[in-house]
């Protein structure tokens, strides 16, 4: 079932998402859904507060480095994920389905270690570079109600609000 993508400025993006407690066929129906709205929007990524279930649960779907076809051989389910390390620095120019047709630069770590749980409630440590860590922070960032266009330096911020203005208008 394809559910609405919450989009900016409404304040459900704000809540502080809630840790998962049961690994039951309800969560799983959650990432079922959640899957085939990301992909009914052309994302790469997506946290369950951006379709109102205020729950510690993310989506990434980006292709492996040897074939650029998007497929769910490629999907990473991420449960209460904790990040344990990080290194270097890495910029990449971010998006997100919540705020549709703006992008901007945005800094992050380069690699990062994850804890995190799968559907079934079994643990896994893994580490993440690039493109990768990027879409993991950016929807970890959602778990806390933090949004990209926050991050933003305020020069690039003004732009966002200029923009969005131009929007409302048309
Ligand atoms: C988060 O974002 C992300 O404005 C996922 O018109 C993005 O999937 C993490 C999208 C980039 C790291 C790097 C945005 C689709 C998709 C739009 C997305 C739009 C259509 C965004
Ligand atoms: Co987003």
């Given at each position: 079932?394809i559910?609405?993508?919450?989009k ?5 993006l ?5 840790e998962?407690i ?31 279930y ?20 490629d999907l ?10 990080t290194e ?8 997100c ?23 079934n ?27 990209f ?21 048309k």
């Amino acid at each position: 079932m394809i559910l609405d993508i919450v989009k900016y400025p409404n304040k459900i993006l704000r809540k502080i998402s809630k840790e998962v407690i049961k690994f039951d066929v309800e969560l799983h129906n959650l990432l079922d859904n959640m899957y085939e709205t990301m992909i009914n929007s052309n994302g790469v990524g997506l946290a369950a507060i951006q379709v109102a279930y205020p729950l510690r649960v993310l989506l990434v779907n980006i292709p492996r480095e040897d074939d650029n076809e998007q497929c769910k051989e490629d999907l990473l389910e991420i449960i209460n994920p904790v990040i344990l390390k990080t290194e270097g620095e890495i910029i990449w120019n971010e998006g997100c389905l919540s705020v549709p047709g703006f992008y901007e630069e945005v800094k992050r770590f380069d690699k990062i270690s994850l804890y995190y749980y799968d559907r079934n409630g079994i643990k896994h440590e893994n580490i993440f570079e690039g493109f990768m860590s990027v879409a993991i922070q950016h929807e970890m960032d959602h778990l806390n109600g933090i949004l990209f266009v926050d991050k933003l330096s305020l020069i690039k911020r003004k732009k966002f609000e200029k923009e969005l203005r131009k929007n409302q208008k048309k």
